[in-house]
C-alpha cells in the first residue's frame, strides 16, 4: 500500500484529502498549518484540513516551522513513499522535498506558470479571465516552479464568484490527483518543463476592497466577485462604508463616474460610460440584503457622487 503524508490548510485541500483515503491510500499524518484566531471576538479556530483529519481518524501535525529539524524527522518517520500537497500556505524546504521516494507532488489552483502564489484562483476572477484550472505539479524549492505533471482547464463564466470558483476548482483538483497519482507512482508520465510568462498571485487583504468608479465596469464587476467571499469589495455610501457581494453589467451613461444613477435598480456610473448595477449589498453594521431592499431603507439622492474612501 502506498503510503502519503498529506499537507493543506484550507478547504480548498479538503475534497483531495478525502479522495485519497477512499481511493485507498494510505495517508498516515495530515500536515497543517497551526489553529488561529478568528472573527471579533478572535475564536481560536482549527484549519479545514484539520477538521476532516480528525473526522478521518488521521493523526495531525501543526508545526510552526518546516526549518525545523524535529518537524523534518516527524514526517521522516512517516517514511511516506509521497508528499501531496494542497494549499498547505508555506514554502517546503530541500529536507522536507527529498524525505518521500517519489517526491512531492502539488494540487495548484492555476495554468502554471500563470498566478504562482498565494491566490491564483481570486487573481484570474480579478483580471476577468476566460479559463484557469488545475495543474499537478512536482515540487521544487522554488515558489510553484516545479515540473508539470497534469493539467486540467476550466472556464470561468462572467457572473461567477472566486468562492464558487474555489469550490469547483477543489473538487477539479481532487479528481485530477486521483486519475494522474497511479501513472506518477508507475512513473509512467514525463515531467514538463513550464512554459510561457509567469505571474505572482499576490495574497490579498482589505485594503483591496475599495471599488474605483473611474475603471471600466467590467473592471467592477470583476473585482466585485473577485474579493467575494473574502475580503469583499467596498464603497462608501454617505458616511458609511458597504460591502458589495454581487453586481452585473448595467447600461449606457453620460454620468460621471461614481455616480448614484439609479436606486431600483441600484446602478452606478463608472469610467467607461456604463452602469454596474449592484445587486447584493450590506452596510457596516447592518443586515446582507438585496439591493432593492438595501435602497428601500438606505435611500440616497439619485445623481449624488458617491465618496471615496480613504
Known amino acids: 500500500m502506498v503510503r502519503c503524508v498529506f499537507m493543506g490548510t484550507p478547504d480548498f485541500a479538503v475534497p483531495s484529502l478525502k479522495k485519497l483515503v477512499q481511493a485507498g491510500y494510505a495517508v498516515t499524518l495530515v500536515v497543517t498549518q497551526e489553529d488561529k484566531p478568528v472573527g471579533r471576538k478572535q475564536v481560536l479556530t482549527p484549519p479545514d484540513v484539520k477538521k476532516a483529519a480528525e473526522e478521518l481518524g488521521i493523526p495531525v501535525f501543526q508545526p510552526k516551522s518546516l526549518k525545523d ?98 469550490d469547483q476548482l477543489a473538487e477539479e483538483g481532487a479528481n485530477l490527483l486521483i486519475k494522474t497519482l497511479p501513472d506518477i507512482l508507475k512513473k509512467a508520465i514525463t515531467p514538463q518543463k513550464q512554459e510561457g510568462e509567469s505571474s505572482y498571485a499576490a495574497m490579498l487583504s482589505k485594503k483591496d476592497s475599495p471599488l474605483d468608479f473611474s475603471k471600466s465596469v467590467k473592471e467592477v464587476h470583476n473585482k466585485i466577485r473577485g474579493l467575494n467571499p473574502w475580503p469583499v469589495a467596498t464603497l462608501m455610501w454617505g458616511q458609511k462604508k458597504a460591502k458589495v457581494f454581487s453586481s452585473k453589467l448595467g447600461g449606457e451613461t453620460h454620468a460621471v463616474p461614481g455616480t448614484l ?46 465618496p471615496s474612501e480613504g
Open 69 to 166: 529539524v524535529e518537524a523534518q524527522e516527524r514526517i521522516r518517520k512517516e517514511n511516506p513513499d509521497c508528499i501531496i500537497v494542497a494549499a498547505y500556505g508555506k514554502i517546503l524546504p530541500k529536507d522536507i522535498l527529498e524525505i518521500p521516494s517519489y517526491g512531492c507532488i502539488n494540487i495548484h489552483g492555476s495554468l502554471l506558470p500563470k498566478y504562482r502564489g498565494a491566490a491564483p484562483i481570486q487573481w484570474a476572477v480579478l483580471n476577468g479571465d476566460a479559463e484557469t484550472g488545475i495543474t499537478i505539479m512536482q515540487m521544487d524549492e522554488g515558489l510553484d516552479t516545479g515540473d508539470i505533471l497534469a493539467v486540467s482547464k476550466v472556464s470561468i463564466p462572467q457572473e461567477i464568484t472566486s468562492g464558487q470558483l474555489f
Open 261 to 306: 444613477v439609479s436606486g431600483t435598480p441600484l446602478q452606478i456610473a463608472c469610467g467607461d460610460q456604463k452602469t454596474i448595477e449592484i445587486t447584493e449589498i450590506q452596510l457596516e453594521g447592518g443586515k446582507r440584503l438585496s439591493a432593492e431592499e438595501f435602497f428601500r431603507g438606505h435611500a440616497l439622492d439619485i445623481g449624488v457622487v458617491l
